[in-house]
């Protein structure tokens, strides 16, 4: 069901991968670090705001993007996080609702890997109610000042531009905060046992004074972030998948090879089953994902729809990993194989970009015409 092109940007992508993921990721998970070297390799891959056009961004269609993704979170869910951080998040927002001077200033680089974005949405007491933030942006002559805080947000201490929503006298607005700026300071959330190969920050902003036109011009409201949010979420749809498919495979893998009672495992009638599930679940989810994409591409996708793909196949992903987890046994708790961590970093993917219970509520609405969210 793929065009020869397609199949080349996945396996193209596949092999990224393979040599500069998988051989790495146990180390960088468990040390808790992201590998800032490989955003400039990301850059040169195409994959930074690869669905975007123009300004040194590479124009692929929704599905390749999407094939990019499940291959990127089959290596891990951090790394494929930052691809849509920067991509479909900080250079999609830029790209949709920014000025010309805005988008020459930044997505060129952003595109290269040599500058690098994040999205402040999020706060300590705004998270699934984003029209509750309480960052504001007040005006002082021609001058913005803005002030609050932004919690969750990827890749905050490693970035050079913060696109920051905020409330104003006339609704939220969405700025582009160079993080040298006078009063903008980040730091990294630390403990995490999910997504620990990928930076997540809180940003403080202090009275940061903006030029007037660090204002994205296009952006009125909360369908400005909302935008880019759905950017992000179809890339989840097709990322969880990937994330699973490495579960399933590990664990069919090994239980071809894990000796008891005197043969392999995945002779037994019940590890048949649970392999069989995993693969129907697999197999329907990227599905899903396929015709979403496809839609996307043809301009026909509704936001509701992505809404079904991503409570669908995160949620699926999990139990895929926790499956696969019960195959490989004690062993499937360690680092030696990439189930556990897939288990763990899913429920970091399960609860952004939505929460099951919005993705639910946003499917209600659209089945009733009632909405339920207040």
């Given at each position: 069901m793929l065009s020869d092109e397609e199949r080349a940007v996945r396996e193209?992508?596949?092999?990224?991968?393979?040599?500069?993921i998988k051989p790495y990721i146990q180390d960088w998970w468990e040390k808790a670090l992201f590998p800032r070297e490989i955003v400039p390799q990301m850059g040169a891959q195409g994959l930074l705001g690869m669905h975007l056009s123009g300004y040194g961004c590479a124009g692929k269609s929704a599905v390749e993007y999407g094939l990019a993704c499940m291959e990127l979170e089959a290596g891990d869910s951090g790394l494929r996080t930052f691809v849509s951080v920067q991509g479909s998040l900080a250079m999609s927002a830029i790209h949709k609702f920014g000025s010309e001077e805005q988008k020459q200033q930044w997505l060129p680089r952003m595109a290269k890997g040599e500058a690098i974005g994040c999205f402040g949405l999020s706060e300590p007491e705004a998270g699934s109610d984003p029209a509750s933030m309480k960052t504001f942006a007040r005006k002082d002559g021609s001058d913005w000042i803005l002030s609050g805080r932004k919690r969750w947000i990827g890749m905050g201490t490693i970035a050079d531009v913060a696109v920051v929503w905020a409330q104003t006298d006339d609704g939220v607005r969405g700025f582009l905060v160079p993080t040298d700026t006078s009063g903008f300071s980040a730091k990294d959330i630390v403990h995490k046992v999910s997504m620990r190969a990928s930076g997540q920050s809180e940003l403080h902003l202090q009275e940061c004074r903006l030029p007037s036109d660090a204002m994205l011009p296009e952006a009125k409201g909360l369908k400005g972030p909302f935008a880019s949010l759905n950017e992000a979420r179809y890339g989840v749809i097709w990322g969880a998948m990937g994330a699973a498919r490495?579960?399933?495979?590990?664990?069919?893998?090994?239980?071809?090879?894990?000796?008891?009672?005197?043969?392999?495992?995945?002779?037994?009638?019940?590890?048949?089953?649970?392999?069989?599930?995993?693969?129907?679940?697999?197999?329907?989810?990227?599905?899903v994902a396929l015709h979403i994409g496809r839609m996307k591409d043809e301009g026909t996708l509704r936001p509701e729809q992505v809404s079904f793909g991503k409570l669908n196949n995160v949620r699926e992903a999990i139990e895929i990993a926790r499956e696969a987890r019960t195959?490989?046994?004690?062993?499937?708790?360690?680092?030696?194989?990439?189930?556990?961590?897939?288990?763990?970093?899913?429920e970091s993917v399960?609860?952004?970009e939505g929460t099951d219970e919005v993705h639910t509520l946003v499917l209600g609405q659209a089945l009733t015409g009632i909405p339920a969210f207040r």
């Open positions: 193209e992508v596949r092999g990224f991968v393979r040599e500069k490495d579960c399933y495979e590990c664990a069919l893998e090994y239980s071809k090879n894990r000796i008891q009672f005197g043969k392999p495992i995945a002779s037994f009638q019940l590890t048949q089953q649970k392999l069989v599930q995993m693969m129907l679940e697999i197999q329907k989810g990227t599905m195959i490989l046994g004690g062993n499937g708790i360690t680092l030696e194989y990439p189930v556990i961590r897939h288990a763990n970093n899913l399960r609860t952004y």
